[in-house]
Structure formats: C-alpha cells, structure tokens
C-alpha cells in the first residue's frame, strides 16, 4: 500500500492550473486513473478509424467497383472514385490491425484493467506507476508508425493482419508490401512492448497490493481475469516480438528467416533464402491464439461481475470460473496450430492441435453454464450495462459453438479462409468482447466520471447494435457454408460465389445501421460527462471496493478511508443483512463472523 | 420492460434456427446458399461431419438461448415476488457439466480422426507403389501454372505439357496432384471437391481427390497472395477417361507444333 504514496505529491487537486501541472494530471500522469482515462479515449478514437474501414470493406463486397458515395472521388481520384484491389488489401489488414492491436486489446487490460485494478483491490495505485505511464505513451510510437504506414502507398500495409511471408517479407511481392509494411510491423511491435510494460505491473499489482481481508480467491472476476491475462501477455508476447523484429530484419537486412530459396517474384530471382514461411506461422500464432484469449478472458470477468451485479444474486460458481479462467489460458498455449491445419504443416500434427482446441471449449462451456446459473433464480434488473452483459452472453454462445466446426479438421479444410471464420471471430470479438466493453463502460461510468450514463439513450443504443450487428454477422454463417472466401476483393465472377451478392447488399446495410448507432452511444458519452446525473458512490448497490471510495475517486489515492475486506465480491441477497447487497467491506454485524463460513 | 427485452434475446434462438432451416432446406430466399454441389468421393464425410456438428451445437444452442429467455422471463426484478435464491454455486451440477461436454468434444474429436486421415496423411497407392502425380501445379501471382507429363511421362522435363489455369482430370479416377508455389503463399481451393491446401514456397506437397462427376468447376485461392489475389481463378474441368485422354493428346500436339514453329521462326 505505501509503494506508490511517495509519488502521490503534486496530484491533488487544490494546487492552482498551472502548465505544468496540467501536463502531469493529463498528459504524463502516473496516476492510474488518468492513464485508464487516456487509454479509454484513445481506443474509442480507434474504434471509430476501424469501424469506417470496415465500411470500406463492406461498401466493396456490396457494390463492387462502383463509385463510393461523397468520399469516393477525393480517396480514389486516380480510379475515378473506386476502390482500387490493392487498397482493398489494405482495408481489410489495417482494420484487423486497429480493432485488434489499437482497441480491443489496450481498451481491456489498458482502460479498464488500469482503471479497475488498484480500484477493485482497495490499492491507491499501480505498483509501478511510471512504467504505467511508459505503457501509455509507448502507444504513441506505434500510433505514428500506423499513421505513417496509412500515409505510404498504397495507404497501409496489404499483407493481411497475419503479415504471412514470403507476401509480407519480400518488398517486390505487393504494393502494400513496401515500406508501409515495414512501418505496420514497427507499430504492431512498439504495442507489443506497451503491453509488457502494463502486464508486468497488473501481476505485481495483483499480487502484492490487495487490500488487508483480500485474499485471491476474495477477488472479484474481474481481477481475477485481468490477472490470468497479464500472465499470458507476459508469456506470449516476447515471441511476437521476436518474430516481428525478424520479420524486420528480413525485410530491411535480407537475412532470409521466413523466405526460402528459389523464389520468383513478380519475375525477379530473389537472392536471399534459407528461411521458412510455416515458422512465422508458429511464432505469430502461439502469440496470437493467447492473444485472442487476452481479448475475451477480461471481458468475461467483467461480464461476471455485471451479471451477478444486476441479478442480485451471488456468481454460480466462483472457483469454477476462476478454475475455467486459468483452463482457458493453459490451454490457450497449446492449441495454436489450429489455425495452421490447411497450411502445409504436418497432419499428424494437425490431429494433436485438433484434440487440444476441442478441449478448449470445455472450461468456455462451464463459463456459459454459471452464468445462465447465475441469473437463474435472482431478481434481474434490466439496465444497459445488464443488457450488453446478458447478449454478451447470448452471443458468446454462437461464437463458441462455431468454433467447434472449425476445430474438426475435416470439415476445417473446407471452411478455413472463408467467412465463416470470419462471422466466428466476429461473434466471439464484436458481439462479445465489444458488447461486454460497452457494458463495462455504462457500468463503471459513473465511478469514472461521478455521472451517469443515460438510460434511455443507453438502451437505444443496446438495442439497435444488437439487431444490426446479429444482421451482419449471423449471415456470414450461411456465407461460409457456400465456401465464400475471404479477403477478396471481387468473389463475384466466380460461378461458385455469384449468386451471393443480393445477401452481401443486406449484410452491408447492416453494417452501415451498426455504426449509425453508435453516434447515440458518442452524444451519450460526452453529454454525460458534463450533464449526466450526479451518482453517490454507489449508485448500483454493487459490492466491490472500487464502489467504496468516492465517485469520482480522490485525486491520487483513491480512497479516502483504508478498505477493509470481510467478505468475496458477490453476497448479493445474502440472509445476513437486510440490504440485498452486502459490500465487501462492510464489517459483520455483532455475531456473525463471515460470510466464507456460511458456504 | 423486462418483457420485452426477455422476448428479444428469445429472437436469438429463434431466428437463428430459422436461419439455418433456409439455407439448409432447398428452394425459398435462402435457395442455393448452403454447402456447394459436392463431387468427390471423400467430400460426404465432410458433409456428414458438418451436419453432425451443427445438429449438436444447434440443440446446445437452443437450450442455452431458452434458458437464457425463460430466467430472464421469470426472474424479471419487476414480476418476480419470489426473494433471491441465495446459491453459491452447485458442486454436483458444476461436475455433471464438464463431464458432458467434455465426452462429446472427445467423441468428436475421436470420430473425425479418419477423416482428417484419409484426406491429408494416406497416399494413394497404385500396384503397390506410390501413385504418381498427374499433374504439377503451381501457384504464381495472380495464376495457375499446370504441368503435365509430356510422352515421357515424367513431370519436369522439356517435352511436359504446360496450361495456365485451366486443370483437366480423369473422372472416377484417383488423382494425385503435386502442388508448389513460385513466389508467396496460396491456397488451393476446389469447393466442390472439398479440396483446400496451402502452397508453401519451398515446400513440395500433393494433395488427392477422387471426384464423381464430369463438369466445370472453380479453382479458388484461398490465401491472401496479394493484389490480385480476388482474380487468381482457375477452371477444373473434370472429363470422362476418353474425353481426358483426348484432350491431352490434342494439347500435347498443339504445343509440339507451336514450339516447332517457333524453333523454325529463330
């Protein structure tokens, strides 16, 4: 607890506007809070760059070579207002890229882990404080190296967001091949390094800050999550760094790791050689698979805590879950050659990451059965941050269960590369991480800001995403099962694929609904930061200790009174006390020793 | 309102399966948009495998979307009179649920195992030798380069028959293809044949299918390969055995003869 008060000076909040101090309370702060705030910004700003180039994608598949409406004839004067198939290439690696490595990823573990850690574990701070700072603003590096890459021909890089050489590696195969593919590996490396930076201190934080009475397995999910995801970023990013700085080498140096001899490229004999293309494969995916559990554990914690929250009911299955978390992140380390089954790697091979991704679907099974557990039989109060929660869960389902046809290899070789994958990884990152992320942000908004969110508007918000994003997504099933690949600018002039278009139209429109909805989620946001309602601290009769100190919370410190802990995260409804809720750091009353005994 | 939000995640399960029951089921909106015609011997069982997949999670699916509908139904703050049932969890139920799942993901896992067998590790034999190839296919940006043995009979020498994009093979015939790529990753993709296989530059690779019935068909790539990658399409023109034999030795002809004349015009 007393680590961090010693650089707790100058963050109070009486000491007069001056530069300087409004450079260390906004820009390079170290406090935990503001850095959670300046993640939180930067990644929305993100989301809208990503979101529009995902129109791009969908305005090509809709109406293919056709002239984009108002901006068409400025971004594309030299192809009379279309979208060229080189620039398509980079629509589509450029959105994988931002949502994944600018939003989904730092709006978890750098937003809310940051802002909820020290929060919900009754800390004033991170461990580290400045390496939190180093962490934010090793961001901006790679924020200009994206920039740059989007500013060099042909605006990004064109090697999907997988950057598979010899495609990505050799500068003569594609235009996106140049230096804007050079800059995007930069970048992508830089934010590899930003999340190191945050893991390590979300382990030390988590380990050594708790509050007195808070035992790990006291913890919320949230934490507990947050926890195994640090733990997986510590272990798994070092092998995407290597291999993006190899990847670099071979690209500025020639040093030939991922190229073999004898290619002919674009009819020049390419000297250099020696390499593979399959061993960037591996090293991508074994950080890739765990990162794409980076990118649902947090929100399932999350999601836990909302549910159990709003149905007033204690979680189903506490050490389950913690037990499924940790399931999911050991066997997130084994399983990553699923993605590889078609890639030339050897089958027999193949056959022992197939039984290793069946397996992985059992502790996300577990997960699915204690939530629907968990509001079984409580009292569910349908707000927004419920709402998104409860379709999190809803269509965590069908991102999950989707999985398994591409976890069989047989039926692999016919779905791999088409947009079945792609409406599974949409259901399990936009309809579930993202959707728990909007909730998270309802919930936890008025900690943040001391104002909450409106509700009406909330749920506008909730119900429209839901039908657009179900109307976009859930076709590209039927999509998949033709075989429609992806990645393609043109799937029309196949015979295979022609016939699909009219459903590519709808799903557009679809899409188009999608982002239009969420200007009501923006308007909300910033009116309310201002306007919204002035909130207590604990205007959703919640019992973690970020619900303890005030909303917002005090300057650096965050609270104003020490946080003793009696009790786990979720006695909703307990028989002990008359309230339906029972924080976790309210002493028992005369009598009753605690709650853990009772269970 | 917690009605009303109870009958909206009910949609899900509901127009979900509906969903399905389109594609699935010929004619209607959704005609046409399910698993392509398949024409290969080995592509059932991947049919098979697919349907078995999708009836079971379908049936998981419906259960969890029910039960997701009917406690948000029942338990709704605003109807329910009845106090928080306060559970912590169920030691028996907690067991019973990973158990369950985790037989059936084994049986599946188990059961598949031959099918993955027979399409990428047992090579096919012929009078008891390894089959050889009919034909070198290699994958180039934006194209299909294919190369089949001259009168020789051996891939990779001078009198081998060359033809860009377009694959002719033998119907009710076990073909053997060797597969390679000249420059970046592609993948080659017969959709009707249930066919998809990565080329790795420096990698020597076959790939084998059986089809059952004669006709055009697409060759897709299925791996980003750059710009042009949406153009790379090849033809598969499956032939009965006379109509293959004649089209060889019409092509073997045309290219001596051309060659010949371009020998003659140096």
Known sequence: MNTSSAVSQGHGHGDGMTVSHFISTYVFSKDHKMIGLQFLFTTLLWFIVGGLLALGIRWQLAYPWSDMPIIGGRLFSAEGGQISPEFYTTLFTMHATVMIFFVIIPILAGAFGNYLIPLMIGADDMAFPTLNMLSYWFMWPAFICIGISFLTPPYGAGGGWTSYPPLSAVRAAAPGSQMAQTWWLMGVTLVGISSMMGSVNYMTTIIQMRAPGLSMFRLPLTIWSMFITAVLQAFALPVLTAGGVMQILDRMLGTGFFVPEGLIVNNADMITGGGQPLLWQHLFWFYSHPAVYIMILPAMGMVSDILSCFARKPIFGYKPMVYSISGIAGLGFIVWGHHMFVSGMNPMLGMTFMVSTMMIALPSAVKVFNWLGTIWGGKIEFTTPMLFSLSFVSMFVIGGLSGIFMAATPVDIFIHDTYYIVAHFHYVLFCGTAMAVMGAIYFWFPKMFGRAMNETAGKWHFFLTFLFMNGTFYLMHILGAVGFPRRLADPYHYETFKHLLPMNRFITWCAIGMVVSQIIFAVNFFYSIFKGQKVGRNPWRCNSIEWFCPSPPVGHGNFDAQPIVYRGPYEYGSPEVDTDHYPQTQPPPDGVKSSEEVH | ?266
């Open chain 2, 1 to 266: 309102m917690g009605r009303f939000w109870s009958l909206l995640f009910l949609l899900v399960p509901v127009l979900g399966v509906a969903v399905f029951v389109f594609a699935v089921v010929p004619g209607g909106v959704f005609d046409n948009h399910w698993l392509p015609e398949d024409i290969s011997q080995h592509g059932k069982v991947i049919d098979d495998l697919f349907m078995f997949i999708l009836y079971l999670t379908g049936v998981i699916f419906i259960v969890t979307g029910a039960l997701m509908f009917w406690f948000c139904w029942k338990y709704d703050a605003e109807k329910n009179p009845e106090p928080v049932k306060f559970t912590h969890g169920s030691h028996t139920l907690e067991i019973v649920w990973s158990i369950l799942p985790a037989a059936i993901l084994l049986f599946i896992a188990i059961f598949q195992m031959d099918a993955w067998a027979e399409n990428k590790m047992v090579y096919p034999i012929k009078d008891g030798k390894k089959k050889p190839p009919l034909a070198l296919v290699t994958g180039r940006q934006f194209e299909w380069r294919i190369q089949y043995a001259g009168p020789d009979e051996t891939i990779g020498t001078e009198d081998d028959l060359h033809v860009v994009n377009d694959l002719h093979v033998p119907v009710n015939d076990e073909v053997v293809l060797r597969v390679q790529s000249q420059d970046v990753l592609h993948s080659f993709f017969l959709p009707n044949v249930r066919i998809k296989h990565d080329l790795v530059p420096g990698m020597q690779q076959h790939v084998w299918f059986q089809t059952k019935k004669t006709g055009l068909y697409d060759i897709v790539c299925a791996e980003l390969c750059g710009w042009g990658h949406y153009k790379m399409r090849g033809r598969l023109i499956v032939e009965s055995e006379e109509d293959f034999e004649a089209w060889y030795a019409n092509a073997v002809q045309e290219q001596t003869r051309t060659s010949h004349n371009v020998e003659s015009d140096n």
